[in-house]
């Protein structure tokens, strides 16, 4: 596990220990406090963050694309004539490296006319991405790991959510290189309107974990940039942007919340013992 840490033992530690409390062993661990969530979005604006829409300049939103109303960040096409492939993001303000994110989100009402088939109920969680001023303006995605949220259809078939899209990206499970452009989560279908909570552990360029309503459904290490040439890893991701995604359909966030675990970066055993209480405690949105 690659925490930066420059002594030998305590990074054997890391690698042996850190893993294990994450799934749920117990070790006598340092006392820390747990750490409290900081609210990204304040419910009332979008202030602290910035809108990049394909085909667009930075910080035009078209068509109102991203907008609060009811103390929600709501992603709306009732301006569009046709999606015409304007995918969009809201990126917050600032990059992040060690940390854990929570999203509350809910799918609406229709896709938009032009919509692709593969987005209906679709939308994301970008983690580890490019900044928003580096995206070009005909680009449709940052660079980045895609936390995928979707919504089941109703049909009975099985739509999992918090899988994982690597657009200009790959990563590392079970110890080997995974370059498949999607990989499903293990979750329920979530059909409907119902609110679904999306956290997401990430733990610089190590481990990425993600859990639904509480409950881990993937995890993998090793985020990288596509590789170059004919090698078979890319450099790895430290950190970058966090942003949400507007591909088509219509969909609320009412709480985005974080909070910065890059103080116990350095420390294995204090990291452990945080995210070990911060995990303990199951959240499941109100519906």
Not at 7 to 16: C, F, V
Not at 225 to 238: Q, V, Y
């Amino acid at each position: 596990m690659n925490l930066d840490i420059k002594s030998p033992a305590i990074r054997i530690a890391a690698i042996a220990v850190l893993p294990l409390m994450l799934l749920g062993y117990t070790f006598k661990s340092p006392t820390v406090s747990t750490p409290k969530w900081k609210q990204m979005f304040d419910g009332k604006d979008l202030k602290g963050w910035e809108v990049k829409i394909r085909k667009h300049d930075l910080n035009d939103n078209f068509g109102n694309t991203f907008r609060v109303e009811g103390g929600k960040i709501e992603v709306r096409y009732d301006q569009y004539t046709d999606f015409d492939k304007q995918y969009g993001h809201l990126f917050y303000k600032k990059p992040f490296s060690h940390y854990l994110i929570g999203v509350e989100y809910r799918f609406v009402g229709d896709q938009v006319k032009g919509g692709e088939g593969w987005a209906l109920r679709n939308s994301g969680i970008m983690i580890h991405g490019q900044l928003p001023a580096e995206m070009k303006k005909d680009q449709d995605f940052p660079n980045s790991i895609e936390v995928q949220l979707l919504g089941g259809n109703g049909d009975g078939n099985r739509r999992s959510t918090a899988n994982i899209c690597t657009p200009g990206t790959q990563f590392v499970k079970n110890g080997k290189v995974i370059k498949t452009h999607c990989v499903d989560s293990n979750s329920d279908t979530f059909n409907g309107n119902q609110w679904v909570r999306a956290e997401v552990l990430v733990l610089g360029d190590s481990l990425v974990v993600h859990y639904i309503n509480g409950v881990e459904v993937l995890r993998y290490q090793r985020p990288q940039k596509d590789p170059k040439g004919n090698e078979e890893e890319g450099e790895l991701l430290k950190g970058g942007s966090i942003s949400l995604q507007s591909e088509s359909h219509p969909i609320d966030f009412r709480k985005v919340e974080i909070i910065d675990l890059e103080k116990y970066a350095k420390d294995p055993a204090k990291l452990g013992a945080v995210i070990q209480k911060l995990m303990s405690e199951k959240r499941v949105p109100k519906q």
